[in-house]
């Protein structure tokens, strides 16, 4: 009997799953949450308090006592770790961790008789890690994109223009506020090989999956670009692992995890990537026709892609699918937080957005209208103060509730459609995951406005199954699309099938509502 273990460090938990391949069944699951599990550091959500900058942190110290903390609760069901085979994962994308030269040393020598977070801890050059949620470097951004001769040719080698939360600009910004702790860093990871080096116990390589999340991979020759590291900071290259492919094996489980956890000597490491990649995997996406929304404090779209092609605005992201050639992402920032907030307005429950809340109202809301935008908004980009509502008195005065919650949600998923027209390619069917992903009156406005069947998993966990189910591939041979089928069929009945006399009427609406955006989104701030 042998098990695959997939595992995922994301901005909230450490959490696994593990899986039987020959009996094609999941073993376990456990999680670690930084905030209840581990509150001494002070990050309820996984995170320092944002600075006045837009600098949002974490400290890397609880990452690695997290992952002690998670073998340690799943040695204590009385699971034999020594029947992992291959054990790969995903770390928060775009998240980095900066390290001194004596972490090579540590890195060969982990005693099991200490903890990761003693052992690893002196060789950080930069106390905290930058993640995705960081705002704070538009000014780097715009430099680096000067440097190159402007957003599209950033753009066109890297997958996406020079975007605040990448890591290229992350680390411009520390190269600018402290060179001398720049100058002492020896290697920049991000969480996903910086974890699969201390698994493999010897340097992991960076994936171009989560690689291409960075501005500073070029994505056609899958290699380091030596313009876009010019542009971000001296001498960078050099701090960087290689670049490799997502199925690369790393190695075997090092002697830490053998000793003090009882994983075999045989167990093989698979190169980690990023959450989203990850989660491409474990939703059974990883070819073309599926596409996944996950609903979650921002949104995102994802999906895999026929062919590589950029988005001509700069809005869509294109990184490395697990599987080999591309993916495409969006990022729409005003998810669940600006329905919370509607929700809160209008004095609603979420059975409201339900479907029974929204039987009151028909698909395209007799023509009223909303931008949900509280704020700062990704795709497209720009702002607005408050949301923009369009259509009859009563509605614009937040009284007729029904037509209001109705517009939030056709105004998210409106907008989601036309930023995603750049992909040019069909979409078969739409897994969503996340939060939000067991409403049905949300599953029927996604399936209505983009013409496809919506469905949602029986397996939850995304991003450590597709941990998984890559480590299953690429360290033992199996048969992915056999993996995927067997471990990411849709939850029995919960697939909702389109309208087809509504999904007409939403394109129609989709144009008014483009006109309606062009005029009332403000510079980004």
């Known amino acids: 009997m042998r098990y695959i273990l997939g595992l995922d460090l994301s901005t909230q938990s450490f959490s696994s799953v593990l899986i039987d391949p020959d009996e094609n069944r999941v073993i376990d699951s456990e999680s670690v949450s930084f905030g ?73 020598a982990l005693k099991p008789d200490k903890s990761l977070a003693d052992q690893i801890a002196p060789a950080f050059s930069r106390t905290t890690s930058p ?26 080698r890297s997958g996406s223009v ?11 910004a520390f190269w600018k506020r402290d060179p001398d702790a720049y100058g002492n860093t020896a290697r920049i990871h991000l969480v996903s090989s910086f974890i699969a080096s201390l698994l493999a116990g010897r340097e992991a390589p960076i994936d171009h999956g989560d690689g291409a999340g960075m501005n500073l ?25 290689p670049l490799k492919p997502s199925a690369t094996v790393v190695g075997t489980v090092a002697e830490y995890f053998q000793k003090k956890y ?32 996950s609903l979650g404090t921002s949104d995102t779209l994802f999906a895999a892609m026929e062919d590589c092609h950029t988005d001509p605005q700069g809005f869509g992201h294109v990184f490395g699918n697990p599987t080999g050639g591309y993916m495409s992402l969006l990022c729409f920032r005003n998810g669940s937080l600006a329905r919370e907030k509607v929700r809160d307005r209008l004095g609603a429950s979420w059975d409201d957005f339900d479907v029974d809340g929204l039987s009151a109202t028909p698909p395209g809301n007799n023509g009223n209208l909303m931008i949900p935008f509280f704020g700062a908004e990704v795709t497209p980009r720009g702002s607005l103060p408050e ?23 056709e105004g998210q998923f409106l907008n989601m459609w036309l930023h995603t027209r750049w992909l040019a390619q069909e979409t078969s069917s739409i897994s969503l995951t996340g939060g939000a992903s067991q409403n049905n009156g949300i599953a029927r406005i996604v399936a209505d406005i983009f013409g496809a069947d919506v469905n949602r998993l029986a397996v939850s966990g995304s991003v450590a199954l597709g941990g998984a189910l890559r480590a299953g591939q690429a360290a033992l041979g199996l048969d992915g699309a056999e993996l995927a089928q067997t471990f990411c069929q849709p939850d029995p009945g919960s697939t909702v099938r389109p309208d087809s006399n509504a999904t007409p009427v939403y394109r129609k609406l989709a144009e008014t509502f483009r006109d309606l955006l062009e005029k009332s989104l403000q510079p980004p701030e």
Not at 163 to 172: A, H, N, S
Not at 264 to 293: K, Q
Not at 387 to 409: I, T
Request: proline share 6%; aromatic share 8%.
């Open 162 to 172: 020079a975007i605040e939360r990448f890591t290229g600009p992350q680390i411009r």
């Open 36 to 108: 209840k599990d581990l509150p001494q550091y002070k990050s309820p959500n996984g995170f320092l308090p944002e600075t006045e900058d837009g600098q949002v942190h974490s400290d890397p110290r609880m990452w690695l006592e997290a992952f002690d903390l998670l073998l340690e609760r799943i040695r204590a069901k009385g699971i034999d770790l020594g029947r992992v085979a291959a054990v790969s994962g995903a770390g928060q994308q775009h998240g980095s961790v900066y390290l001194d030269a004596s972490w090579f040393d540590r890195l060969a």
């Open 262 to 293: 009882g994983f075999s000597p045989d167990a093989r490491v698979v190169a980690f990537t990023g959450d989203n990649p990850s989660s491409l995997i474990g939703m059974g996406a990883g070819a073309p026709g599926r596409v996944v929304i």
């Open 131 to 156: 993640i995705w949620m960081d705002s704070s470097t538009g000014k780097e951004c715009a430099e680096i994109a000067e440097s190159l001769g402007g957003d599209a040719e950033v753009c066109a």
């Open 217 to 241: 991979a070029n994505i056609h020759q899958w290699r380091w670009d030596d313009d876009l590291a010019k542009a971000t900071a001296p001498d960078l290259i050099e701090k960087l692992p």
């Open 387 to 409: 949301p923009v509502l369009s259509g009859a008195d009563a509605f614009v005065r937040y009284d007729d509730k029904p037509a209001v919650v109705r517009a939030c949600l």
